[in-house]
């Protein structure tokens, strides 16, 4: 194996996060029982605000970011993974705490690599990544907390990003019927496309009156966007309807009153997909492998190079990003 390995590598110069290919040596891996060479990893939210230094995601320098990777064993000295194998991981704090996917070789835990599912490989893994498996875990809160094709519409905002996406296949698949929220009204068909039955716009979503409640609409919602978004949409939930609240795109803020939670039962459940435990993870991942329609999966993911990703992560915070994206991290897969 060679001494050095490619990577992008995160330094802090005069205040700002500067983003840049080099070859590190293989020895400056941080330890973990399980080596591996990546082939591919992919851009979430997250990763952008590490890249670009926008949120405090990354605070040791220099560091390789990445939140999710797939990869095939190299050496482990942990009995459940054998050189060869075909793996992933997503989450743990990696990209985060723990350098990442954006590198050639990476070295990590065994607890935080699954296989990769039957029926999936490495790139459709990634072009799920944490963004679609967060949308599967919120799929799965809305159905164990009882919410039923049958009860009424489903609101999925961000319905253009990853998370929104995924969520959108998923939903429709299950047959739900999906309104999705946007602030690109204007791509209606490639929304409808997906599955969605109808399109709204994100500020009707926002601007739902005065009051503390609206008329009664939603019969649960998937919000990847926080803010004034989440707080608007929280008015017009129906009696006993849930909302999965997993991102803040549009803000960390949440203004809102009781009663749409006293009056009309509404139910709130947070999801994190970066800590979730290995069982949940598990059966996410089942239902992805199931249910998303790959040839769906592959229309809504780019593909882009290592090189390419420091032009690229801007784009989520400017609200640019459609769909995935996967980065090829080995060029041979
Ligand atoms: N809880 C978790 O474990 C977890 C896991 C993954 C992601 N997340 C969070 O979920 C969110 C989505 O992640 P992602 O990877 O899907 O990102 P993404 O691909 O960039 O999608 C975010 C979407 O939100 C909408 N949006 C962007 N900026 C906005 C703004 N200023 N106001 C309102 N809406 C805006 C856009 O959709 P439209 O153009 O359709 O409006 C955009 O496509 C992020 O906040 C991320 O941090 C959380």
New binding site residues.
């Given amino acids: 194996m060679a001494e050095t390995f490619e990577a992008l590598v995160l330094h802090q110069e005069d205040g700002r996060t500067v983003a840049r290919l080099e070859n590190l040596p293989v020895d400056a891996l941080p330890e973990g029982e399980v080596l591996l060479e990546v082939l591919c990893s992919t851009l979430?939210?997250?990763d952008?605000l590490a890249i670009t230094g926008a949120g405090r995601i990354v605070r040791s320098f220099p560091f390789v970011p990445g939140i999710d990777l797939a990869g095939r064993v190299v050496a482990s000295s942990d009995a459940r993974f054998r050189p060869g194998e075909l793996v992933f991981s997503t989450g743990w704090g990696v990209g985060e705490r723990h350098w990442g996917g954006l590198a050639r070789l990476a070295r990590l835990k065994a607890d935080w690599l699954q296989r990769i599912p039957e029926g999936l490989d490495p790139r459709r893994v990634m072009a799920i990544g944490?963004?679609g498996f967060?949308a599967a875990l919120c799929v799965l809160a809305l159905e164990d907390q009882g919410v039923r094709p049958g009860d009424g519409e489903i609101l999925v905002?961000?319905?253009?990003?990853?998370?929104?996406s995924v969520a959108v296949l998923l939903l429709a698949r299950a047959g739900f019927r999906v309104v999705a929220?946007?602030?690109?009204p204007e791509q209606e068909a490639r929304l409808k496309e997906l599955g969605a039955a109808s399109v709204v716009d994100?500020r009707e979503v926002a601007e739902s009156g005065k009051g503390p409640l609206a008329s009664a609409r939603w019969a649960g919602a998937v919000d990847?966007?926080?803010?004034a978004?989440l707080a608007g949409l929280l008015k017009a939930v129906r009696y006993r309807g849930v909302v999965a609240a997993?991102?803040?795109?549009?803000?960390g803020e949440l203004v809102t009153t009781v009663y749409p939670f006293i009056l009309r039962g509404v139910r709130l459940v947070g999801?994190?997909?970066?800590m979730n435990p290995m069982p949940e993870r598990e059966r996410a991942w089942a239902r992805l492998a199931r249910d998303l329609d790959l040839a769906r999966l592959d229309a809504i993911t780019s593909v882009i190079e290592l090189a390419h990703v420091p032009a690229t992560a801007p784009r989520?915070l400017e609200?640019k990003?459609?769909g995935r994206i996967v980065v090829r991290v080995d060029p041979r897969a």
């Fill in positions: 979430n939210y997250k952008a944490t963004a967060t905002t961000g319905a253009m990003g990853g998370v929104g929220a946007t602030g690109r994100r990847a966007v926080g803010g978004v997993c991102g803040n795109a549009g803000g999801i994190d997909s970066s989520f609200g990003v459609e």
